[in-house]
């Protein structure tokens, strides 16, 4: 069985995390799939970035969405991570998906629906515009996130993101109609998975960064690896290929 690998954030280990230098970077690399963290802006634009603030990863100052886009646009998201970087934008997602094409996406929504209200039809009209509904998975740690993107598409592929064990969550799995368990790596253990294979539920990991944690994935026939370092797992997957 092969293991899917997504970039998480990218190729965040070597490149600036959720820009389009790292998502390319991933997918020179030969990663399955890139994962991202999704927002929206003042102006209802879909921003690309983990936090929901602008300070850690660029120049700016606050919430993402009390900025527009042509105030975040304006921002360095690159020379934090060196000075090589410097210069590099934040994305929209509609740019991520001109410049990635059709790889394969987890696409996070962040926070809830409450703080982006209908941000998950935003992402949907533009899955859709690119024609890349076999190639997205919506995942989030938000119920009700999971629950939007369900009543509005009954097919795409949704996961489950949560910390804990999987027999925890698998009743609102369930309720949700999500494809996927996506478990924190580090508290996933044997009966975790097994579980919900028996539930005919997919297990996808996040985030494997070092090589024990590869062996163990792959011990465990995890389904998908998530990494910051996919140069990493990739050349570990291959060097243990049976
Ligand atoms: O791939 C899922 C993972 O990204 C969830 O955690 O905080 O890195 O978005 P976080
Ligand atoms: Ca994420």
Do not use: C
Request: proline share 2%; aromatic share 8%.
């Amino acid at each position: 069985m092969s293991i899917f690998v997504y970039g998480h954030r990218g190729a965040a280990y070597e490149a600036p995390e959720n820009t389009i230098p790292s998502f390319k970077l991933a997918k020179k690399l030969g990663v399955y799939g890139v994962e991202m963290d999704l927002h929206t802006s003042k102006d209802n634009e879909l921003i690309v970035m983990h936090d929901e603030t602008l300070d850690r990863t660029t120049n700016g100052k606050g919430l993402i969405h009390l900025h527009t886009l042509e105030e975040i646009k304006k921002l360095d998201a690159g020379f934090k991570k060196g000075t090589k970087w410097k210069g590099t934008r934040v994305p929209t997602l509609r740019e991520v998906f001109e410049n990635l094409g059709k790889i394969h996406y987890y696409l996070e929504i962040k926070q809830s629906s409450r703080v982006y209200p209908g941000i998950e039809s935003k992402i949907m009209d533009l899955v859709n515009e690119f024609k890349l509904e076999n190639n997205v998975q919506i995942i989030s740690f938000d119920f009700d996130s999971l629950k939007n993107i369900r009543d509005i598409d009954s097919k795409i592929k949704t996961g489950l993101l949560y910390t804990g064990k999987t027999a925890w969550f698998l009743d609102i799995a369930k309720e949700l109609k999500v494809n996927f368990m996506q478990p924190s790596f580090n508290l996933t253990y044997e009966d975790d998975i097994k579980i919900a294979k028996k539930n005919k539920l997919g297990v996808e990991a996040w985030t494997i960064d070092t090589i024990e944690d590869v062996k163990r994935a792959i011990k465990l026939h995890i389904d998908s690896i998530t990494s910051n370092n996919p140069r990493m797992v990739l050349h570990t997957l291959k060097k243990n290929a049976k």
